[in-house]
Every structure is written in C-alpha cells, then in structure tokens.
C-alpha cells in the first residue's frame, strides 16, 4: 500500500501481481473537484508510462519486456464514474500466449501428466513484471517446485539426494505425456533402471558425487567410442569430455538424448553460426540440420565435415550444368574451392557470398585481372608474381629477408583465398586452422590448451606472417609476452598492441595481470620470484633448476595445461613450484 497526499486527502493506491490479485483492480479515490479530470492512462494511453508513478518491481536482473516498455501489452484502463477500472487484456493463459506463441493451451492443459499447478494461471510459477529468477520464475529451483512438493515427498521418490538439484533436467514444467512428467521417452538406461550408482555415488550430506569425471565415465560404457574418437578432427566437447553439453545424461525427448533437435542445439556454443542462419541469404540445409555436413563427434577432415567441401556441395547443385560453369569463368567443379567464396551457413548478400573480406577484382566483376579468359587459365601461373603486381609494398618487405616459408615458395594461396573469404584479409579459414595446415605439431591435443589470444587474434597476434626475424615472431623474448600482459596506466578507452591490434581496454586489462619490478625480473608467481634471467647462487640453493628463466621456462602458449598454459614436464605432467622447488 502506498499513500500520498494532495489536497488534504488521501489517495489510496493498490499494488498488484498478476495472478495473484483478482483480474480487474479499482483503483478508488475521493470524489473531490480536482480529481475529477481523467486519469493519464485513460488521456494518452499509448504515452502514459504506469512507473512514472508506481513502483511496480523490485530491482531485479530480468525484467519482462512489455513491462519495461508499454504496460498496455496486458493491461486496460476503462472510467466508471469516479473510477478507474484496471483490468487483464485478456484471462489467462491467452494473455500470456498472444506473444509465447511457441508454447500451446493444450500443453497445459489436456496432456496425461499435465502439470496441475499450471492449470490457467501462468503466474502460479512466473512473476509477470521481474524477477530475480531465470524465465521470470518467482522462485529458483528447486525453491520453487519444493513450494508445493515437500521435501520428504520428492526425496523419497528419488534413490539419491536431489534436493540441490535442478528439477527441469528430468522433468517438464508445464506438463508431459509420459509418465513422471519426464521431459521424454527416451531414458538413458542407468536412470531407467533406477541404478543411479552406476554413474554418481553419495557424497557428505546432499552432495551426489560423480563416479568419474568427464568423458571417462561416458567412456566407461561406450568404450568404442572412445577408441573411434581419438583421431582425425575431434569436437571441441568431446575433447574437453563435455559430453553433457549436447546429451541429457538422464531423459529426453530427441533420439540419443540430445538436448535439442537441428542447429538449435549447436548454436548454444556456435553462436556466430547461429547468426547466419537468421541472415539474409540464409543457407537451407545449414537452417534444417548441420548434420547435413557435419559429423558431430569425429571426422577425418577439418570442420567435421562428412565429406570434401565440393562433394557436400555437390549433392545439391550440379556443378556439370552449362549454367553453373558460365557463372564461374568455366571453371570445373572438382577444381572449385566452394567455401573460398561463399559462406556455407548464410550471409547478407546476395549468392552467399562472403562477407568477412573481398579481393577488389573479384567483387568488381574484374575477372581478366587475374584469368586469361577462363578459370583454369591464371597470369604469370598463379605465381607471387601476379599478387606483386598489385601488392608492391609487400615485394619490398620480402626482400628484407627471413620470409614465410609458405611465401618464399610463392603461393600465396596457400594462406590467401583469391577471391572471398569469410575471414579478414582474405585468409582461407580462421588463422588458427590456416596455420595448423602447415604446422600441425603446434596445435594443441586433447587435455591441452592454447593461448586464449589465438582466439581471439589469431597466430598473427604473436606471429608475423610473411617475414620477420626469430621464428617470425613481433618482439623478441619476453618482451613478446610483457607487451600484453605487464599492466600499464591507461585511460583510453582502446589499447594498441604491437601498433596493429586494437582491442577494449577493459578486455585488455583482463590479460595485463602482471606488476614486475622496474627492470621486469621479478614479483611472478609470487613476490620476489625472478622471472627473467640467470638466478643467484642464493636462488639456485632453493631450486633444482639450472639455466636462464623466461616465461617459457613453465608456460607453454601453444600446447599448454589449464589456464595457466603450464609447459609440460619431462614426466608427462605440468610443471608447477614443485618441479623445481623439491620439498
């Protein structure tokens, strides 16, 4: 209830809750002179904004949309006398159906296990304003499913604890047709059989434990699988043994328990894919399955893809078609790189072409720039020679010395796209997978990591890649490493790494963790600890190591273990102050 004052009366004025207060409210007043104008919502009803002068939600994290910009969305405002009636703009659940069209009347009302809380009113579990709470609930769970099932009831029911647990996993909300308002039909055979133990064991208290971690304990039965997946290109969950990422360990309504059905389940990771699939060239087949093209555990090639590029697309478009050759300067399909120009998930141009970057006679329709009259037939045999042509400045920075293998041997396409790409500067796959072609030992393997700047700058970020001194590397030494990650007073909004890079301040000092002594020997992992250079001999008697300290003495940038890139030791596992501080 809150009360103001105006004229030497009261207004009273109720808050409510949808659902929870009756459908239509009065907001009454006494009849006085100065309140016989209208209300603002019954002047301007499409401008008045209820918040203005109700607090109608506590600060929260998530906040209903209609609520935020036009309370009209739900709500009427009619006059009856000195009245203003406030009502739903529909019953529930029509109202909150009018925009979740997704969801259907029927799921909560007419299945066999249909939820009984549910019934008509949407606000027995969801605040209509804000919450706190993911999906507007008005309760986490399990709070809110313990709010009518009693803890003894629920416990009693399951073989282990699971009253810290996330009910959703195993049962659906509003309602199912199998029995227990299981999510699906489809049981994982432990929890079908009711054998729990054979992958969690009770820990202190509530706490269920896991008998293995990881993909172990999926491989324990799918050992085939383990042995099938150890090779070739390996999905990134696989590796990093997420197998729950995409399987529901207990039910499911899709076959082999995965989480969703088509590319709605890869996107949760791959967001950029998910992207262009709402672009406007979207790719068909990318919309309706990536197992179209993709294998989603192992493959023999890159991007999991299940076949050659130009075989995939083959099996839609006829590449021997006169009309597909005119378009492409009479190419052949076999010899056409499919994905060197077009983007196969989708884009916003016309054609899928990509959009990450274009070579100027390409997107100019210049063919003859480069070709002499057909695909097959490139100037000066493809050569450097004809990239020099146009790219002199680069002629000049070769002849420096100390070049690029790939670019010494003058194929430039090796790196290159001559056409489109997806990437920036024409790079025929991301830096790291471009890269990895010719340097495969440098990528990491399963259980080992790269520096996160690969990520998100690619090799280059370290690298040169066409010419440059000392494994073609920008800075020498540690001074490679302290470029970044030594923190440095800044007030700019953008930070420029080796004059190239340009990233946000706030990413930036993410990574510059590092506050050295002036001369950059000391203070890391701990104060006092020498980073760089030969140790004393007094260092040397707390120490088994011997030699000069750099970062690469205990990190690994390439094939590192956890966060801290820790290089591998000589038996196998990452060093740590131990490995030379023997106790």
Same mark, same amino acid.
Request: aromatic share 2%; proline share 8%; glycine share 10%.
């Given at each position: ?8 009366r ?42 203005t002068?109700h ?13 935020e910009?036009n ?16 009502a739903?703009?529909?019953?529930q659940?029509?109202l ?13 009302l ?10 008509d009113?949407?606000?027995s ?29 629920? !416990?009693? =029911?399951? +073989?282990? #604890? ?5 009910c959703?996993? /195993? %049962?659906? &909300? @509003?309602?199912s *047709? ?58 990134g ?9 995409c399987?529901?360990p207990h ?19 791959h967001?950029?894919?998910g992207?262009?699939? !709402?672009? =406007?060239? +979207?790719? #068909?087949?990318?919309q309706e399955?990536?197992?179209? /093209? %993709?294998? &989603? @555990?192992?493959? *023999? ?22 009309g ?78 100390d ?44 259980g ?24 073609l ?6 001074e ?15 930070v ?18 590092l506050?050295l ?8 992992p ?29 990190h ?28």
């Amino acid at each position: 209830m809150r009360t103001g004052e105006k004229g030497g009366r009261t207004l009273a004025v109720r808050r409510w809750l949808l659902g929870i207060f009756p459908q239509v409210l009065l907001l009454t007043s006494v009849a006085l002179p100065v309140l016989a104008k209208q209300h603002p919502s019954l002047v301007n009803p499409e401008t008045t904004r209820c918040s203005t002068c109700h607090q109608l939600f506590p600060p929260s994290s998530q906040t209903h949309p209609p609520a935020e910009k036009n309370c009209l969305t739900c709500h009427r405002f009619t006059k009856e006398g000195e009245k203003t009636q406030v009502a739903l703009a529909a019953s529930q659940p029509d109202l909150c159906l009018s925009c979740h069209k997704g969801l259907s009347k029927p799921a909560s009302l007419t299945l066999t296990g249909a939820h009984p809380p549910v019934g008509d009113q949407c606000t027995s579990c969801h605040e209509p304003h804000a919450s706190t709470e993911k999906h507007l609930l008005s309760q986490g769970p399990p709070k809110l499913c313990l709010s009518c099932h009693g803890e003894n009831d629920v !416990q009693d =029911k399951h +073989p282990l #604890p699971v009253l810290a647990s996330s009910c959703v996993g /195993c %049962h659906a &909300p @509003h309602g199912s *047709d199998v029995k227990g308002m299981l999510l699906g039909q489809v049981l994982h055979p432990p929890f079908a059989e009711k054998t729990c133990q054979a992958c969690h064991r009770k820990g202190l208290g509530s706490k269920v434990l896991m008998q293995k971690t990881g993909a172990a304990l999926c491989f324990a039965c799918h050992s085939q699988q383990e042995k099938t997946w150890s090779s070739g290109t390996v999905h990134g969950a696989v590796q990093k043994g997420q197998c729950t990422a995409c399987h529901n360990p207990h039910v499911s309504p899709q076959p082999h328990l995965v989480r969703a059905t088509g590319p709605a389940l890869c996107v949760g990771c791959h967001q950029d894919v998910g992207k262009k699939l !709402q672009a =406007k060239t +979207p790719h #068909p087949p990318a919309q309706e399955d990536c197992l179209t /093209c %993709h294998q &989603p @555990h192992q493959a *023999d090639r890159s991007g999991l893809l299940q076949a050659p590029v130009n075989e995939l697309c083959g099996n839609c478009h006829d590449v021997s078609d006169k009309g597909f050759a005119a378009k492409h300067l009479q190419a052949k399909g076999d010899k056409l790189a499919c994905v060197g120009c077009h983007d196969p998930h989708g884009s916003q141009g016309a054609h899928l072409l990509a959009e990450g970057s274009s070579h100027p006679p390409f997107a100019e329709g210049s063919c003859d720039a480069c070709h002499e009259g057909s695909a097959q037939k490139v100037m000066e045999g493809g050569s450097r020679k004809l990239c020099f042509a146009c790219h002199s400045d680069m002629e000049e920075n070769l002849a420096k010395g100390d070049v690029h293998g790939a670019v010494e041997a003058g194929e430039c396409v090796a790196c290159h796209s001559p056409h489109a790409s997806r990437q920036s500067s024409l790079l025929k796959a991301t830096p790291a997978s471009v890269c990895g072609e010719c340097h495969p030992d440098q990528l990491p393997g399963p259980g080992e990591t790269a520096h996160g700047v690969i990520k998100v700058l690619g090799c280059q970020a370290c690298h040169q890649p066409h010419q440059g001194k000392d494994k073609l590397l920008r800075k020498a030494g540690p001074e490679l490493c302290t470029a970044c990650h030594v923190a440095k007073a800044t007030s700019e909004p953008q930070v420029t790494l080796f004059g190239k890079f340009t990233v946000p301040r706030e990413q930036w000092s993410q990574w510059a963790r590092l506050r050295l002594t002036p001369d950059g020997t000391r203070n890391h992992p701990v104060t006092g600890h020498r980073v760089l250079g030969t140790p004393t001999v007094a260092e040397r008697n707390k120490s088994s190591f011997t030699g000069e300290l750099s970062c690469l003495t205990c990190h690994d940038p390439h094939k590192g273990q956890g966060r801290a890139l820790a290089r591998q030791g000589q038996d196998g596992k990452p060093v740590t102050c131990e490995t030379c501080h023997v106790k």
